[in-house]
């Protein structure tokens, strides 16, 4: 009788009982984005990967799951609220979805701290439209500030880095009504309305075990519109162009003291094979007509081998595909082999970041151990071999002289002559949990009275902190004498900003305006 009698049935029964248990609804916002109405700071588009991950690893385990990108869907739309401009559908929108969703739980992502307020608007909204939807946070600002996420009763989970394990095991935790004591990573407040914070997974190893981003639940067809007005990150780059972000590896072996990077993803460098990544591009390309990707690493080219490998899988395979890599590439770990590689396989730009001209504040002040004659070297290459180049500079350190700064300056001239088309100076900001923030506080640099440090962004226009080397005044002549590193306009600039002319004139002309002030006298 087995196989026939109680065994198929019982086991059909078990299977229907199991996917049944499984009903948690999921909804996966990604909140509207907003600035302080006199920020230089600009709100582009991104795709929220690390929602999409999280999504693909609840449907592998058989949840009803929906993303919904609220900056994306209204990334035309410009409001101004309480003083902040807020781009990203209202709120009203939103609350229509999770009405017309009617989600079991909300995972509402906070990627940046002063994107914060719009995550704990959004859960006010759901606790409004029904208490008893569970809601959870997770991004950079959740794993950083826990405690100052789920002191809003409106949150009740946490989830602290890297999401895609620790969401599943807590549905089932949740479903099963069994304990959460043992779901790593996760916060949450107790009976006694303590708040518990979980230890942290370990990195997760084996990232091509990870399925794919769930590109499927994102609004690709925005991401298009928004490219072709500019209104993405990189939009100078492929203009236009249907468009992805990817990963490639995971996680920053380095210590620079300003850098909050290892605080979510961990200074484990992890990466993943490049079959793996092969395969995911090519998925992009064919399934969603893909012709651009940003290679969002933090370290892309760690493992040259490995970066050697992928470029030459693309190259193979004749994607016909461009990209870059907007968070750079350590110039101190590429070759003239990789450069050509990397060019053939597509990649049309590379950022490198040397981010100070003076050893001395390389050595002690960033902690950054980089050989600036390799920038050199990397540049000159990336020149050689008609690959685009720019570079990113901090300037603005309490303990940075000025001397420092303009050896800095004279660094990035340098750079600028040997082919770099571009040179970035940004002022030091102070993100919370990194080195220099705590130091920056301890020898009372930071004025905490003035600032709300956890809503803090990186600027060009304003500086957190307090130098006893030079005044606010001073730093931000410096920086005028910075700028006039660069041309008035790039090709590239000057390329696509004539197409954003045409369809969007009324920002290309404020960008521009406000550009072109650093050049006069």
Do not use: F, W
């Given at each position: 009788m087995s196989g026939t009698g109680l065994n198929g049935p019982t086991n059909y029964i078990n299977k229907y009982l199991n996917d049944f248990m499984k009903h948690f609804r999921v909804l996966l916002i990604n909140p509207p984005n907003s600035v302080p109405i006199k920020s230089n700071f600009v709100i582009n588009v991104f795709q929220p990967l690390g929602l999409a991950y999280v999504a693909s690893s609840l449907e592998k385990h058989k949840y009803s799951v929906e993303i919904f990108d609220a900056l994306a869907l209204g990334f035309d739309q410009e409001k101004i609220i309480a003083s902040r401009k807020v781009i990203g559908a209202d709120y009203q929108t939103i609350k229509n979805k999770i009405i017309d969703y009617r989600p079991d739980l909300v995972g509402i992502a906070t990627p940046f701290s002063f994107q914060s307020f719009e995550s704990h608007q959004i859960a006010k909204i759901v606790k409004k439209i029904n208490p008893k939807i569970i809601t959870l946070a997770g991004g950079t600002h959740a794993t950083i500030q826990p405690d100052e996420m789920l002191n809003d009763k409106n949150f009740d989970y946490l989830?602290?880095?890297?999401?895609?394990?620790?969401?599943v095991e807590l549905l089932k935790a949740l479903e099963k009504k069994t304990s959460l004591k043992n779901i790593s990573s996760l916060?949450?407040?107790?009976?006694?309305?303590?708040?518990?914070?979980?230890?942290?997974?370990?990195?997760?190893?084996k990232l091509d075990a990870l399925p794919f981003p769930a590109r499927h639940l994102l609004p690709m067809d925005k991401y298009l519109q928004a490219a072709k007005k500019g209104r993405v990150v990189e939009g100078m780059l492929a203009f236009g162009?249907?468009?992805t972000s990817i990963f490639t590896s995971r996680g920053c072996p380095f210590n620079c003291t300003f850098c909050s990077v290892h605080l979510t993803m961990t200074r484990m460098w992890r990466g993943r094979s490049p079959e793996n990544v092969l395969k995911e591009i090519k998925e992009c390309v064919y399934k969603y007509g893909i012709k651009y990707f940003d290679i969002l690493d933090d370290n892309f080219t760690l493992d040259p081998k490995r970066a050697k490998k992928i470029c030459r899988l693309i190259i193979k395979e004749k994607l016909n595909i461009q990209w870059s890599t907007p968070n750079g590439i350590r110039a101190d770990r590429v070759d003239e082999t990789l450069i050509k590689l990397m060019k053939k396989a597509g990649c049309i730009q590379v950022k490198v970041a040397p981010e100070s001209g003076s050893p001395?504040?390389?050595?002690?002040?960033?902690?950054?151990?980089?050989?600036?004659?390799?920038?050199?070297?990397?540049?000159?290459?990336?020149?050689?071999?008609?690959?685009s180049v720019e570079a990113f500079f901090v300037v603005g350190f309490p303990e940075e002289?000025?001397?420092?700064?303009?050896?800095t300056i004279s660094f990035a001239k340098e750079l600028r002559r040997l082919g770099c088309d571009y040179c970035y100076f940004f002022i030091a900001t102070p993100y919370y949990g990194t080195e220099m923030y705590a130091d920056a506080v301890k020898k009372g640099y930071l004025d905490e009275s003035r600032y709300h440090l956890n809503k803090i962004i990186t600027t060009t226009n304003k500086s957190l902190l307090k130098s006893p080397n030079y005044t606010h005044k001073k730093l931000f002549e410096l920086l005028k004498v910075a700028a006039k590193v660069n041309p008035p306009i790039t090709k590239i600039r000057l390329k696509s900003g004539l197409k954003m002319l045409i369809l969007d004139p009324k920002r290309i002309l404020t960008y521009s305006f406000g550009y072109l002030r650093n050049f006069l006298p």
């Open positions: 989830i602290r880095g890297e999401g895609e394990y620790a969401t916060s949450y407040r107790n009976k006694q309305n303590k708040i518990i914070h979980n230890p942290r997974s370990l990195p997760i190893q162009h249907k468009r001395l504040v390389l050595k002690n002040i960033i902690k950054k151990h980089l050989d600036l004659d390799m920038v050199k070297k990397t540049v000159s290459l990336c020149k050689k071999h008609h690959l002289t000025i001397d420092d700064i303009y050896k």
